[in-house]
């Protein structure tokens, strides 16, 4: 009896590029990482008062150097109080913000099976910015806001998760996001019904938080969002296989062996960790989590093991540009929501014209 | 090479580390600024103090809208100053009474920069570019939201004035007494102080507001003419209330409300018998003139509006609210304005002769007209008493 | 380990109370065997292969499963494009720990499975690309990396052209033979059913059902009790061996052909 074989289709260029992606997958991220560190340094340059980009490199290896700084160091005090107080930090809150906002976006996608979501569709920047109002009503500490922001956002991703499943729909990406829009909005709706209700003398305080912007990035804000960032960020990078599984759907993953419900809200409590610590500190930035998984899929595919990474260092690399952008050319200080939302729509409308709509939802 | 691959697959870690041990490298210590070799110490209205350099190379006027007229009113000094107010600053400077003493200040244009200081949500300060400008010493408000504990870190000789966030008379006194000593002359700043107590007692011994028995009730309000629903008011809660109504012998109608936004039916509930027309609205500018007030049709049903009683205020831009000179201004016009049979118009002469002394100034009748507002209230019941013949004839008349 | 795969005791569900899909079921999966799963539409079968991977709790009786198991649903699509060496290396999960990446051991584990089928050359291909039988393959070969003892299929053959649902039977038979894993699988072709199951369940409504040898089962009379159709089983010589099948007898389109139905004249 003859053995049956599929026929063979002609796949050569792809078997070449595959091999390609799997020897050199990581090399994408690591050029990033460089291009960071570079963007990061030539932002350091931008400004009024005039600094040479060696200077700043070198202000900033030895700041970061844990090391004592040379008794007489190359440089003047007022060069070196400019990095340090005016602009290192600034360069680190968007950096900061940009790759929670990347890995927290592509995390969820991944999570929800749907390129077209992202922290601020799903709710949990609105039930974030709520949490944080409540705290700022309440007096707490700045751990307190980012504890208060982190609870209400994972309230609201219970809420949408509870929302979908009351409708039956269980896993269905699109009445999950459907419910995280409603969510979002009941949210919003409370926030500005806080603003009403809160007394005169808290609100200009609530109203600079909520409009939120780079400006004024001191020690204390990198500290609220670099601490909850980084460790989310290093629990997600080390569970960025597992995003594969979970894309998957619940029975596959639960057949394959997953613990579905115990690491989807593990990777739900850590996005909503940093989208709360980078609300908290600078407000809610709205579409970054949305555009910059798209553009890291067009480079690495989907494979969630180089796509996290990618993600990541490409939102650190779009927010950080954009914001010297703001800063360089546009000397009014535009917050940097408004931004990202003006350079974010019309390249994700680009990509929807692009894709056709392949790998929009559902087939 | 399977371990090689193991640690490959760590290659996440080097950007996060790198962005960590930045975030660190902020946690050190700032370098420390040398003090200077010649300096006089000058200490701010918080208890701060700092040393200014010697010889001094200018003030930088930073966080706080009206500093330009403060530090004028306290210093009259305008060549110390290096830089001093944003393009906003500048445009509201050239609609006030003390460009006409100082006209020279909104021609140089290295005073005036737009890009330093913005005043939109956070007051936001561009130190970089504020840097540049390099004085002896940078003058602001000290608050956890301003940028004057950013400023003091950085090591830039920083001074805080008008820190009583409410004004008044408290904030005026020390304000003077601070910028006299800024300039390195603290007696200017007892002179200016013994000059207000004096203006405040002439109204005194003249109205004797103690033995008033029925005070006359106004409303400060202003209603914004592009946004209706943006209807201000002075209530207990402003300077108003405290300062200047019972030095005007005067009963504040809203006594008993906040000062914030209100609708057109809780004024009308109040219905006072006077109303006077001060631009304190959150609203958009401008605000409704008396004559636009009383053709407005929600305000027909008022007392004051029948019998014409609704005025601008005097000063409403020219003066500078809270500067020691223009307190004992405002109020006076007020108890003139409500006091007629009481006191004798010399709002006119003290307007007048503040300039000449104080700044060497003479002020035109017609510059005398626009700063009390005679065109505007030209409709409105009684004010002809404030224009310059009315002030002779009144004059006359009791003199006879 | 026992001889025993599945187990299924006094196994019932109702998705409403007292509206029971099927009741009293009883019956067990031997190890390394075919099973088979019959039955209409809306009889329950989904249902029942829930309650088998655990994701659905049954209203009554028990399930004893002794093994790994591995699903492969009937028509699989994925959201993102991943590739086929990406959707095999999914199977690693149980291996992989929770905080690590597949190792180069796993992905040399999922090329070794890859190449069993013979669809190695496929592994840096995206997995949207490849036909209805390929994908089925590349989940096939995601159950074997997997080291699963038991494989669960809902209606592998549904979407397949006829080549593929033969490379698929014969891939069914062989993975039973070959690997010893029990498979298990839900069909609507009762010959598929004779022609790879060693047992057979059909599922014929609430406590009725019959379940033994494929052979046995899969009789005329109980095919006709399930479907409500005639099906006969033939019998027939194929390079020297004995072969069965089952075929239904179309009731209008046989007469029509036998002349003993008049078509109408225009």
């Not at chain 3, 052909?257 to 078509?263: H, P």
Request: aromatic content about 8%.
């Amino acid at each position: 009896m003859a053995e049956i074989t599929l026929a063979v289709k002609s796949v050569l260029p792809t078997v070449r590029e595959a091999a390609f992606s799997r020897r050199h997958g990581w090399a994408l991220p690591m050029l990033l990482s460089v291009g960071v560190l570079l963007a990061m340094l030539a932002s350091l340059c931008i400004g009024s008062y005039p600094m040479p980009f060696l200077q700043a490199a070198r202000i900033v290896a030895h700041l970061a150097w844990p090391f004592p700084l040379p008794a007489n160091p190359p440089w003047s005090v007022k060069e070196q109080t400019v990095v340090q107080v005016v602009r290192l930090p600034r360069v680190l809150l968007a950096t900061i913000a940009g790759l929670g906002l990347g890995v927290s976006g592509t995390a969820l996608q991944g999570l929800l099976r749907n390129p077209l979501v992202d922290p601020n569709i799903v709710g949990v920047s609105s039930g974030a910015a709520f949490g944080g109002i409540m705290a700022m009503l309440w007096d707490f500490s700045p751990v307190g806001i980012i504890g208060a922001a982190f609870c209400g956002g994972m309230l609201a991703m219970m809420l949408t998760f509870g929302l979908a499943k009351l409708s039956h729909a269980g896993s269905d990406s699109m009445i999950l996001i459907l419910s995280g829009v409603f969510v979002g909005a009941f949210f919003l709706s409370l926030i500005e019904f806080v603003k009403f209700v809160s007394p005169d003398s808290k609100l200009p305080t609530m109203i600079y938080w909520l409009l939120g912007t780079f400006v004024g990035a001191d020690a204390k804000k990198i500290a609220m969002i670099a601490i909850p960032t980084l460790i989310a960020t290093s629990i997600l990078m080390c569970l960025r296989w597992r995003i594969n599984l979970l894309s998957l759907g619940d029975l596959d993953a639960k057949t394959l062996g997953v613990n579905v419900r115990g690491l989807r809200w593990l990777v739900i409590a850590l996005v909503s960790l940093i989208v709360a610590s980078q609300v908290a500190v600078s407000g809610v930035v709205a579409w970054v989590g949305l555009v910059v998984p798209h553009i890291a899929r067009m480079f690495v595919g989907p494979d969630h093991r180089r796509l996290l990474p990618t993600g990541a260092l490409l939102g650190a690399l779009f927010v950080l540009i954009l914001d010297d952008i703001a800063r360089a050319l546009v000397h009014a200080e535009v917050p940097v929501g408004v931004f990202t939302a003006l350079v974010g729509t019309p390249v994700v409308c680009f990509l929807l014209w692009k894709s056709q709509g392949k790998g929009w939802g559902r087939e | 090479m399977k371990r090689s691959r193991k640690w490959l697959e760590l290659y996440w870690v080097a950007p996060l580390a790198l962005i960590a041990l930045m975030s660190l490298g902020l946690l050190r210590a700032l370098p420390h600024q040398a003090p200077p070799a010649h300096g006089r110490t000058v200490t701010g209205d918080d208890g701060q103090s700092v040393v200014i350099e010697e010889p001094f190379r200018g003030i930088c006027l930073t966080y706080g809208f009206l500093f330009p007229n403060w530090y004028l009113e306290d210093t009259h000094a305008p060549d110390l100053l290096v830089y001093a107010g944003t393009a906003d600053q500048r445009k509201w400077f050239s609609g006030n009474a003390l460009r006409l003493a100082y006209p020279q200040l909104l021609n140089k244009e290295s005073l005036w920069d737009p890009r330093v200081f913005r005043f939109a949500h956070d007051g936001y300060i561009e130190i970089e570019a504020m840097m540049a400008y390099n004085p002896g010493v940078y003058l602001g408000v000290a608050g956890d939201y301003t940028p004057i504990p950013l400023m003091r870190r950085m090591g830039l000789p920083t001074l805080s004035n008008w820190g009583h966030a409410k004004g008044g008379e408290k904030a005026g006194l020390s304000t003077a007494r601070v910028n006299a000593a800024l300039i390195g002359n603290p007696a200017l700043g007892d002179a200016h102080i013994a000059e207000y107590w004096r203006d405040v007692n002439e109204l005194k011994q003249e109205l004797h507001p103690g033995n008033l028995t029925l005070l006359p009730k106004v409303l400060l309000m202003s209603a914004s003419r592009l946004n209706r629903r943006q209807i201000g008011v002075v209530g207990d809660d402003t300077d108003w209330s405290n300062l200047y109504y019972p030095r005007a012998g005067v009963a504040n109608a809203a006594s008993g409300h906040q000062a914030m936004s209100y609708d057109a039916e809780r004024i009308l509930a109040i219905d006072p018998e006077t109303i006077v027309l001060a631009g304190i609205a959150t609203g958009p500018r401008p605000w409704e003139s008396p004559q636009e007030f009383m053709h407005d049709p929600r305000w027909q049903g008022l007392q004051a509006v029948q019998q014409k009683r609704v005025y601008r205020m005097a000063g409403v831009q020219d003066w500078s609210p809270g500067g020691l000179m223009f307190i004992p201004m405002r109020t006076r016009w007020l108890a003139e304005l409500l006091h007629p049979e009481l006191l004798q118009p010399r709002l006119r002469q003290i307007l007048r002769d503040h300039f000449r002394n104080d700044f060497n100034t003479s002020l035109t009748d017609e510059e005398i007209d626009k700063q009390l507002r005679i065109d505007e209230n030209a409709g409105s019941v009684g004010y002809e008493r404030f224009t310059r013949s009315g002030a002779a004839a009144r004059n006359e008349k009791s003199l006879q | 380990m026992n001889n025993i795969a599945l187990q299924i005791s006094n196994l019932g569900h109702a998705y409403k109370s007292d509206r029971w899909l099927f009741r009293d079921y009883n019956t067990q999966v031997k190890r390394g065997e075919v099973f088979a799963l019959l039955g209409p539409n809306g009889c329950g079968k989904t249902t029942l292969l829930k309650i088998l991977l655990g994701a659905l709790k049954p209203a009554a009786g028990t399930v004893a499963i002794d093994g790994r198991m591995a699903f492969v649903p009937q028509l699989f699509q994925v959201t993102f494009d991943y590739s086929v060496m990406d959707m095999v290396l999914m199977g690693r999960a149980r291996q992989v720990g929770l905080f690590s990446q597949p190792s180069a051991e796993d992905e040399e584990a999922a090329m070794a499975a890859l190449e069993r089928f013979g669809i190695a050359h496929f592994a840096g291909h995206p997995f949207h690309e490849l036909s209805g039988g390929e994908r089925q393959l590349v989940i096939f070969a995601r159950a074997l990396v997997s080291e699963a003892d038991i494989l669960i299929l809902d209606e592998p053959t549904s979407a397949l052209d006829l080549k593929n649902q033969i490379v698929v039977l014969d891939w069914i038979t062989r993975l039973s033979h070959q690997d010893g894993l029990t498979v298990l699988f839900t069909t609507h072709h009762p010959h598929h059913a004779l022609a790879v199951a060693d047992d057979a369940l059909l599922m014929l409504g609430g406590t009725k059902y019959a379940a033994g040898a494929a052979s046995e089962v899969l009789s005329e009379d109980n095919l006709h009790a399930l479907y409500g159709v005639d099906i006969k089983l033939l019998s027939f010589e194929h390079s020297g061996h004995s072969h069965e099948t089952l075929v239904p007898v179309l009731p209008y389109a046989s007469r029509a052909r036998n002349g003993s139905t008049a078509r109408e004249s225009r």
